[in-house]
């Protein structure tokens, strides 16, 4: 770092001194005579080090300092005077000073301290570019830049840091737990824990049991009390993820822990107090779940506090490229692979793909590209028929019906042949893969070549 030090000294002969000294260290050093002068030169050049006499002309080192605190508060400011006292190196400290020579001070006294200044710097640095970091992190662990996101995420932005509950909706695959992680990262229980669970993986009678634990000797087999998820979770956040798949019985205590803050153990008799916030989610359609009793109408109410909807990967196909794009760089770098792309008639095949499972399937078709692929651009041959065949029926030319009439079987025969075309065209004349593409069996599709005349 090129470090900038402003001597504000109204002596000359000291200026010329100090000057000469620091440039010899490889300083970039300024001078004025008084504050009102470093005031305008602060302004103008940002210095990393302020170097103030106490006593100056038009006002003291004290004002000095915090004129410049004021104009650049990370700016360094050292006071140097000849009328060392105790009270005024307090008021020098209580007004932002890093530190306070007497004079006279030795040449190494004086380098000392301001190594120790462009130490503190590097620090503030250090952790500036450590936040920005992370800054840029917590805005893309959602990423896309469809109305759709950007609504999302202004959302958790407004209601991360509050206590309220949060009814996260949308498909599977959609993105769920990751919108509760951000949730939770951008709240001030970020440093406690995040507990997720999946209330759809876990049989009824062990989620119980998971989220509120048991008391030795509670059943069968319950040789030592185990502490719930709910209890780990304190000062933290709680994910019930799937939640509309969680039984009616277990509702009732869930609801509890909602308006209390407090359960039992299995088994116990002692209320448990815990400090969580709970964020909940699914995919189901939980007013048509309450409209058929199959969930409590007063645990949804509870429940969805804030809803967060979330759209899927179909209804934001603009965001494709940039998640295709993001996922490839991830799990190359991770699989120590060299997959450098996706060529674009591959991109259109993939922005033009309906994503049934969503970010979830996109991510799990981008690990199996780049493991088969290993280096290179994915290209459209690299595609599973699964994707292709969407293009193949979109590709086709609309069929116009002219006034005079067309004879239907002609017709037909000829669009079966169209087809059985471009499915050879895009398997390089490999029959078992253009069987694939239209979703054949083999012999069958050889067997319409044959009455077509194609096989050769």
Known sequence: MDCKVL???????????LTDMLELENYKVYTVAGGEEAKKLV?????????????????????????????????????????ATIETAVEA?????????????????????????????????????????????????????????????DIIKKVADTDSTVLILGESGTGKELVAKELHRQSSRSGNPFIPINCGAIPEELLES????????????AIATKIGRFEAADKGTVFLDEIGDMSVGLQVKILRVLQEREFERIG??????????????????LERAVAEKRFREDLYYRLNVIPISLPPLRERREDIPLLATHFLETISTKKNKKVTGIDPEAMKILEEYDWPGNVREMVNLIERLVVLKE??????????????KKKLTTSLEPFHLPT????????VDDFERKLIKIALHKADGVKKKAADFLNLNR???IEKMKRKGLLN
């Open 268 to 285: 116990g008799r002692k209320s448990i107090k815990v400090d969580i916030r709970i964020i909940a989610a699914t995919n189901q359609d």
């Open 404 to 411: 005079e009439g067309v004879d239907f079987n002609t017709a």
């Open 375 to 388: 280096n290179g651009t994915i290209t459209v041959d690299d595609l599973p028929a699964s994707i292709l």
């Open 93 to 153: 400290m209580k007004a932002g000073a890093f530190s306070y020579l007497k004079k006279p001070f030795r040449r190494e006294e004086l380098l000392v301290t301001l190594k120790k200044a462009q130490e503190v710097l590097a620090i503030q640095e250090e952790n500036d570019s450590l936040k920005l970091k992370l800054q840029k992190q917590r805005e893309q662990s959602i990423l896309g830049t469809s109305p759709q996101i950007q609504t999302v995420r």
């Open 43 to 83: 302004e103008d050049v940002s210095p990393h080090i302020v170097l103030t006499d106490l006593k100056l002309l038009d006002m003291n080192g004290i004002e000095v300092i915090r004129a410049v605190k004021d104009i650049s508060p990370k700016t360094i400011c050292i006071v140097i005077t000849g009328y």
């Open 443 to 445: 012999t069958t599709l």
């Open 210 to 221: 998971e989220l509120f634990g048991y008391e030795k000797g509670a059943f069968t087999g």
């Open 7 to 17: 001597i504000v000294e109204d002596e000359e002969t000291s200026r010329v001194c």
